[in-house]
């Protein structure tokens, strides 16, 4: 079973973000996401843009996993955006977003893509672990937070 942990780097984190809208963060997301080597910003930034017309990635309690499977992609990226100021994501309990989970993964491996996406949501449900992402300084309290979560 992978560890999320690893996957929260200074380049994957980005903290206190500063956003007007969703496709401001999807932008972002996208840039970060394309930094690991994974695929081009544009085509993820598409990706994820059509994933939110199917349906709001916004999970409620001011959390959102926008994610996407795409063929051709080599591995499974995770990024972290913390938003300075709270962004609508038409997110079911009507709240607006803070924390953002990003995930792109391959097409062609979708169990491990919704293993991971299990794992996140069951980690965000926890209203201490998602305090513990609002009040983190760094990327390494970040990945220190998974770990110690995972580990429980």
Partial sequence: ????????TPETVILDFLARKKGDVLRKVSQVLAGT??????????ALQRREI??????????AAPHVL???LGKTSLAFLRLRD???WRSPDGAPVRLVFA???PAENPAAHLQLLSRLNRLLREPAFR???LEAA???????????AEGD
Wanted: glycine residues 14%; negative net charge; hydrophobic residues 40%.
């Fill in 1 to 8: 079973m992978t560890d999320l942990s690893p996957f929260f």
């Fill in 37 to 46: 080597g994974i695929g081009r910003a544009d085509s993820l930034e598409d």
């Fill in 54 to 63: 199917l349906c709001s990635t916004g999970l409620g309690e001011g959390v």
């Fill in 70 to 72: 795409l063929p051709g």
């Fill in 86 to 88: 709270p962004v609508d």
């Fill in 103 to 105: 995930m792109a993964g």
């Fill in 131 to 133: 305090a513990r992402m």
């Fill in 138 to 148: 760094s990327a390494t309290e970040i990945a220190s937070a998974f770990r110690q």
